[in-house]
């Protein structure tokens, strides 16, 4: 086949157990976000627009959901005898039966006959967890004219939060990377990387090899592939990324990017809306707003029947809310039923709940104590408020 440019692996089959009981039955980037979306709509979307037309979705934990979401091709228009999109789950190589996909560079290892077929030149290692509008063909224009053997799209992140990344130091007047590392506990530096990269497909090939050969690895780029490769000299750079970046693996920070939609400046829709985020559309009634109903400074969603108070909230799909309930500062998922004289402040409430007559769900601080339902629960007031803050003491970033 001849050589293509370029082609984009997807990792989407993460457990994410940071967001807690909302992965407990569906994978992270099925996770729903903005009141219709899905978490991998962003980078999926990112890949339509860049002019990406092959692209491989690694999918392991709890997939059927996300297979669902992607098997709309009208929408992603990515089927075609050229490549398009393709599922790519972990399967049987030997006898010794199915072998998962044990991180992140394991999973696009398995895969190295799937983007053989295509020989490109250079590869795209996207995370489907991510919430932010990229294109990534600018990313692979400074590849291509530094001459990289490794490019990494990074962001600067906030000092209290830099320890959840791999951090690079670069040389600041060419953006040659210098030092890496992955996660450490004090960091000093926060220029964070997005888990955003390209590579030369044959160098990148050659190290995928050689790490799964080693008698210890984490089988990651972050912690194996970025590390060897800034060891053995590689010409490494990063692509500075200065617009809205969200990594969403935690329920505190999922909260956050929800609530960062009522916000003009943040709200990711907003900013360069011709760069559209596809998604796929329930065909849903419209929203219904009883007389009794109060909104202020909110997100509602197609589907939903509100007659209480909201504030400062994304309500998605399908919620109902009753006479005399009120939401404040909270993301409630969709399906979810909240019944009358609840009060819900500081909240993530999952899809598919019910909220029964007179609950109090209230944390007065959401940065230590952010209240958390899982899917499919049932919450009622016999369950003490405490249980509810002490649950949610395990959710924080």
């Given at each position: ?7 984009a ?86 006898d010794?039966g ?5 991180g992140?560079?394991h999973?696009v ?18 995370s ?22 490794c490019t990494?799209?990074v962001?600067?992140v906030p ?35 997005m ?38 000299g ?30 003009k ?19 849903n009634?419209?929203l ?9 400074h ?11 108070t ?13 006479k ?13 039923i ?19 007559n ?8 959401p940065?230590e104590?952010l209240l958390?339902?899982?899917n ?22």
């Amino acid at each position: 086949m001849d050589k293509k440019k370029w082609i984009a692996m997807l990792l989407a089959g993460g457990r994410g157990t940071r967001l807690e009981q909302l992965t407990n039955n569906i994978v992270k980037p099925a996770v729903p976000f903005g009141g219709k979306y899905r978490i991998i709509d962003f980078s999926l979307s990112n890949c339509k627009n860049s002019g990406i037309e092959t692209i491989g979705i690694l999918t392991q934990y709890r997939p059927l959901v996300l297979h669902s979401h992607l098997g709309n091709s009208q929408l992603w228009n990515l089927y075609n005898r050229d490549g398009g999109l393709t599922i790519l789950p972990p399967y049987q190589r030997n006898d010794t039966g199915i072998e998962w996909y044990a991180g992140t560079s394991h999973a696009v290892f398995q895969n190295i006959e799937f983007i053989d077929q295509y020989n490109p030149v250079y590869v795209l290692i996207l995370s489907a967890d991510q919430v932010y509008k990229m294109d990534y063909s600018i990313m692979l224009k400074q590849h291509i004219e530094t001459e990289a053997d490794c490019t990494i799209a990074v962001v600067k992140v906030p000092w209290k939060e830099a320890s959840r990344f791999g951090l690079t130091k670069i040389n600041k007047s060419t953006n040659k990377i210098m030092d890496f590392e992955e996660k450490p506990t004090n960091p000093t530096s926060n220029l964070a990387s997005m888990g955003i990269y390209i590579f030369k497909w044959q160098i990148l090939k050659e190290y995928l090899i050689q790490d799964e050969k080693k008698e210890f690895s984490y089988r990651d780029f972050g912690k194996d592939i970025i590390p060897t490769m800034l060891t053995d000299g590689l010409q490494m750079y990063v692509y500075q990324f200065n617009n809205y970046w969200k990594d969403v693996g935690t329920v505190h920070s999922y909260w956050q990017a929800n609530l960062d939609l009522l916000n003009k400046e943040k709200n990711i829709f907003l900013q360069n809306p011709e760069w559209k985020i596809h998604t796929v559309e329930k065909n849903n009634p419209p929203l219904y707003l009883a007389e009794s109903a109060k909104v202020y400074h909110s997100i509602l969603s197609e589907g939903c029947e509100l007659s209480g108070t909201i504030e400062k909230s994304v309500i998605f799909s399908g919620v109902k809310i009753a006479k005399g309930a009120s939401i404040k500062n909270s993301v409630i998922l969709p399906g979810t039923i909240v019944e009358e004289n609840v009060w819900i402040e500081n909240a993530v409430i999952g899809s598919n709940s019910l909220i029964k007559n007179g609950v109090i769900m209230v944390s007065t601080n959401p940065e230590e104590h952010l209240l958390l339902v899982g899917n499919h629960e049932t919450i009622d007031p016999t369950i003490q408020e405490m249980k509810l803050l002490n649950k949610a003491n395990s959710v924080l970033s």
